[in-house]
C-alpha cells in the first residue's frame, strides 16, 4: 500500500501561481502511475495530470499549457507547477497512485488503489 500526504495548497489571486507536492512512501517497485486530480462539491473527482514510471505525461484538456506535473524519484515526490490559475480551478487536488496501466486507461478515479486526503486551492478574481 502507498501512502501520499499532498501539500502546497492555498489562495491565490487570479493569474497567480501554486506548486502542490505529494510526497509517497511504501513504494517496492518501478512499475507506477501517479496522477492528480480535483474536485469541487458536487462534482466527481476529475483527472488533472499523470505521470507513468515511463516518464510519460498526460494533462487535461482544461490545464493544458498552464499545469505541469513532474516527479523527484529521488526524493519520492510528485509536484504539480500551476500557472496563470483562474477561478475555475478553485477545488480540492488529490494526488492518487497505481500501477502503470492506470495512466492508459483514461481519466478513471476508479482505477487508483492510493489516494492522498487532498490539499485545497483557492483563487479569488
Known amino acids: 500500500q502507498v501512502q501520499l500526504v499532498e501539500s502546497g495548497g492555498g489562495s491565490v489571486q487570479a493569474g497567480g501561481s501554486l506548486r502542490l507536492s505529494c510526497r509517497a512512501s511504501?513504494?517496492?517497485?518501478?512499475?507506477?502511475?501517479m496522477a492528480w486530480f480535483r474536485q469541487v462539491p458536487g462534482k466527481g473527482r476529475e483527472g488533472v495530470a499523470y505521470i507513468d514510471s515511463d516518464g510519460s505525461t498526460t494533462i487535461a484538456d482544461s490545464v493544458a499549457g498552464r499545469f505541469t506535473i513532474s516527479i523527484a524519484l529521488t526524493k519520492k515526490t510528485l509536484y504539480l507547477q500551476m500557472n496563470s490559475l483562474n477561478p475555475e480551478d478553485t477545488a480540492m487536488y488529490y494526488c492518487?497512485?497505481?500501477?502503470?496501466?492506470?495512466?492508459?486507461?483514461?481519466?478513471?478515479?476508479?482505477?487508483?488503489?492510493?489516494w492522498g486526503q487532498g490539499t485545497r486551492v483557492t483563487v479569488s478574481s
Open positions: 511504501g513504494y517496492t517497485d518501478g512499475d507506477y502511475c
Open positions: 492518487a497512485a497505481d500501477r502503470w496501466r492506470a495512466c492508459h486507461m483514461g481519466w478513471v478515479p476508479d482505477n487508483f488503489g492510493s
